[in-house]
């Protein structure tokens, strides 16, 4: 069980909350022998990580999870996957403590040394999903999870401050849709943008269509990136009525309020590194 968690990018101890809460357990049983994963049960459990990554409730991603029919190889998770259990134990137990010193410095160094892709999905993700179980377990520690978010966007946001040099002279426009409040992720991204030289318009949570198609119109940006958490955010009016403009901008969506239909016009990622290289390929990297 520990490695599949290391794999999956979170700790042994949320693997066993899970399995034990939710079902989410290894599904070979032979006598004798331990349970074993196969690879459905480890597809399972990247979609229930991702759709708790991007807030959806633990029950609620655990039905969503269970439902999932696509499958993922174990060599996939290997190789995109591990978790740093030492620093992200550092960082929980700071978290609670509530010392905001030490996690801001481990957090520089870590994206100093790793880059923000590697620092999200090896510390930050499983540090979340920490939070995260022991909120849903005791229901106490809010506090703990606000000023943890609170620290991750300022951090970010520093690390979004040091382009000076941009290869795209059209800034990519960043935005939560509708009244989306979490915008979380796009503050790691506009990070990770900006450690590959690429800049931003961030706009931000709670962003309507009318504003959104503004600082289109007048901006012309090469890539739009639209969070949705919630599914009553993930309006596809936000990309099927935005201003024709030339060039055409690439349009892509994340996060877990949008319902993607076979027939969706535009690019849709499911985390951060698959974020990056869409709009790298927009702007012409």
Sequence with gaps: MAAVARRIGVAPATLRTWDRRYGL????????EHRRYCPKD???????????????SPAEAAQQAKNFKGKISVEHIVDNFEVREDLVE????????????????ALRRDIEKYGVIAAWSEVIVPLLFLVGDEWEKTQTGIEVEHLLTEILKSVFREKSTTLTEPCNPRPVLLAS????????ALHALASALAEKNISTYFLGARTPLEALNGVITRSAPP???????????????????IPAIRPAPRVIIGGPGWGIESDCPVAHVTDLSQACAEIERAVGL
């Design 25 to 32: 357990g290894p599904s070979i049983h032979e006598a004798g």
């Design 42 to 56: 480890l597809a399972i459990l990247t979609a229930m990580r991702k759709l708790i990554t991007a807030g959806v």
């Design 90 to 105: 550092a960082l929980h137990a700071a978290s609670k403590s509530l010392d905001k010193n030490f996690i801001e410095d």
């Design 177 to 184: 849709v509708g009244e989306e409040m979490h915008s979380l």
């Design 223 to 241: 890539a739009i990136f639209l969070w949705a958490q919630l599914p009553h955010n993930g309006d596809p009016r936000f990309y099927t009525d």
